[in-house]
């Protein structure tokens, strides 16, 4: 089957101050769809960092440093975080780029030929935290409505995006497209913004220098208008034979709820401004919250992604983010949870059930994988599961798809406990052996691919003990049909895949 190219994007990383555990989170997220959709077809992943604005600024005139430097010193720490997380991007892009600031630039200019972006005056409540405007209303006790900071009086002239023009546009789009923003929760709370009304918006600054500067002079181009345009000039818009052709519209947009509004309703009606078709789909995650509140900046030191990772290992990490909550909801964040999915789901059920395999193997049969069963009933229960994985995996149910992993992972151990692979070796059943010895090592292949996009590098060493030659398989349709792993192929068991971890009592 051949399937449209998958294009999946984050959120472009602020880098006010390090990067946290909610930055790797959705871009672990989308290198596990990325990951899954290379198992079928072309897939591009962009992440980025978002490097214009008065926080930005701000923070590098506290360190005594230009904003360009503060940004350059900066940006290697997101690079190494994703690094240290597996994560394989296509692209990243930095907002400083010429090859963004370029296309802002013109798409300013298109706009402002075409009507879409004109002059007015701006006077409204300012959250420089969020780089965001509050009508009065919103406000809650005179504060920002997101973060509780203060917000600041802004009067001056400024560019407007005509984004009351696009209202009824949006109504109906959100209409035909249930899907194109979920959860539903999102979904029916911007739908509730669109009928309360929409303002223009304004894009331009003159208050600081610290952004791209509108064409003509005037001031600089309002962070927010620069940020989003980066899903479209990474693809190298408009140029002829660009990505943008091939991987335009986004299959699918992550972002964190707070900042759904833009990418919902903002996002879709420029790029119906300047002619192009909106994303097929946005999804607003939870958030992980450390005693109920949202790990963020201020708490970021008490969850340095960095120390987490050398703890408890990249991909035990990455399967904790996917596996503990339904993702959409909010989910808490403690060291034990993570240690119970590791020590329990990865090391019990899925390194105990390697490690044993393997051990028997080595004792029975020399670690020589024999010849397969005349029985096809084990594999034939799973035929459908790499097709089950994917599409939860597509649907965004990542605790759905390892659940049905999982199903495979526990069959398996339990083939062990009800063949007694010990009895039947006494007893000299040799073909009941060799059939059942086959099976638990065709499972453990199918499971290292089927478990590739999430832990990548666990992976890859289950894959490295199985002794199967080259790299680990791609693709799921071709590789994934019971009997691929050729007898006779020798296993070379080494280290325990997760090692447990137990925590000094707190
Ligand atoms: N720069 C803007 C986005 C511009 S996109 C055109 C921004 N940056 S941010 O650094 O503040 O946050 C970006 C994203 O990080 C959030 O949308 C979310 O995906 C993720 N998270 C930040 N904190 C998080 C948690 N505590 N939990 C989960 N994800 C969180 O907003």
Not at 10 to 18: D, E, H, M, V
Not at 22 to 29: K, N, R
Not at 184 to 213: C, H, Q
Request: hydrophobic content about 40%.
């Amino acid at each position: 089957m051949t399937h449209r190219p998958f294009y999946v994007t984050t959120p472009i990383y602020y880098i006010s101050g390090n990067p946290h555990i909610g930055h790797a989170y959705t871009t672990v997220v989308a290198d596990v769809l990325a990951r899954t959709a290379r198992t079928r077809g072309d897939a591009h992943f962009l992440t980025g960092t978002d490097e214009h604005g008065q926080k930005v600024a701000d923070a590098a005139r506290a360190a005594g440093k230009t904003p360009q430097e503060w940004c350059d010193e900066l940006v290697p720490r997101w690079k190494a975080l994703f690094a240290l997380y597996n994560v394989a991007y296509d692209d990243f892009i930095r907002t400083t780029e010429p090859r963004h600031e370029r296309v802002v630039q013109k798409i300013f200019d298109r706009l402002r030929e075409n009507g879409d972006v004109y002059l007015g005056k701006y006077e409204g409540w300012y959250c420089v935290q969020d780089e965001t405007f509050w009508l009065e209303s919103k406000l809650v006790d005179g504060k920002c409505p997101t973060c509780g900071r203060t917000v600041e009086w802004l009067s001056e002239d400024d560019w407007f995006f005509r984004l009351s023009k696009y209202r009824d546009r949006l109504i109906a789009y959100f209409r035909e497209n249930p899907e194109f923003v979920r959860p539903r929760p999102v979904y029916n709370e911007m739908m509730a913004l669109l009928e309360e009304g929409l303002d223009d918006f304004s894009i331009s600054r003159t208050k600081f220098d610290w952004g791209i500067p509108i064409p003509g002079g005037g001031g600089v181009i309002y962070v927010w208008f620069d940020a989003l345009l980066n899903y479209i000039t990474a693809l190298g818009w408009s140029d002829e034979d660009a990505l943008f052709k091939k991987f335009w519209p986004a299959t699918v947009q992550l972002v964190g709820k707070e900042i759904a509004r833009f990418h919902t309703i903002i996002w879709p009606a420029v790029l119906w401004a300047i002619g192009e078709e909106a994303p097929q789909q946005v999804f607003a995650h939870g958030w992980i919250t450390l005693d109920g509140q949202k790990i963020g900046k201020s708490l970021g030191n008490a969850v340095d992604p960095v120390a987490l990772a050398e703890k408890f290992g990249a991909d035990s990490l990455r399967y904790f983010l996917l596996r503990e909550a339904p993702f959409g909801s909010d989910f808490s964040y403690s060291e034990e949870k993570i240690a119970q999915r590791h020590n329990h789901d990865l090391g019990n059920d899925l390194g105990n059930l390697m490690r044993r395999s393997l051990a028997m193997l080595q004792k029975y049969r020399g670690g020589v994988v024999p010849e397969r069963g005349r029985d096809d009933a084990f594999g034939a229960r799973f035929a459908a599961l790499p097709a089950t994985v994917a599409e939860k995996t597509f649907a965004l149910d990542f605790r759905g798809a390892l659940e049905s992993v999982w199903e495979l992972v526990n069959a398996l151990n339990r083939a062990i406990d009800d063949r007694k692979p010990w009895a039947l070796y006494k007893e000299e059943r040799h073909e009941e052996l060799d059939a059942l010895l086959y099976d638990l090592c065709e499972g453990l292949r199918w499971l290292a691919m089927l478990l590739a996009p999430v832990m990548p590098e666990r992976a890859r060493e289950i894959w490295r003990q199985l002794g199967v030659e080259g790299a680990i398989g791609a693709d799921w349709e071709a590789a994934l049909v019971w009997g691929g792993l050729a007898p006779g192929t020798r296993t070379q068991p080494g280290e325990a895949l997760f090692p447990r971890i137990e925590l000094a009592p707190t």
